[in-house]
């Protein structure tokens, strides 16, 4: 069974792409079964193993992918071909994009962007 589904009766347009509402189909980590999270382009953008989630008015878009245990939560935006891994967390106003990676235990948050080629570990 997928952890999540792709909600079609609640979307957002960004940069003239159609991001859906998540819904948890599972309980894992601190997700319960039922839960709302974030938008997602497609299912490509959060890895339907571990623990990875989006949530809150979070955004995953564009060839971005969040996996492991990351979570991407609040306004916190992530796109173009930008890797959210480990256990890192993106939030608040944050934005990550590009090539840029965030893995390990870091955490990006505020207004804070990280871009091009960038990593923070």
């Known amino acids: 069974m997928k952890k999540y589904t792709l909600m079609d009766t609640d979307t957002k347009v960004l940069f003239g792409r159609k991001l859906f509402r998540i819904k948890a189909n599972i309980s894992f980590g601190n997700v319960k079964e039922g839960d709302l999270g974030g938008y997602v382009e497609k299912e490509k953008n959060l890895d339907m193993s571990d623990n990875a989630w989006v949530s809150g008015n979070a955004k ?50 505020g207004n804070a962007e990280v871009y091009g080629d960038a990593e923070v570990s």
């Open 60 to 109: 995953v878009s564009g060839n971005a992918e969040v996996y492991g245990d990351a979570e991407v939560s609040g306004n916190a935006e992530v796109s173009g071909d930008a890797k959210v891994s480990g256990d890192a967390w993106v939030y608040g106003n944050a934005e990550v994009y590009g090539d840029a990676k965030v893995s390990g235990d870091a955490e990006v948050s």
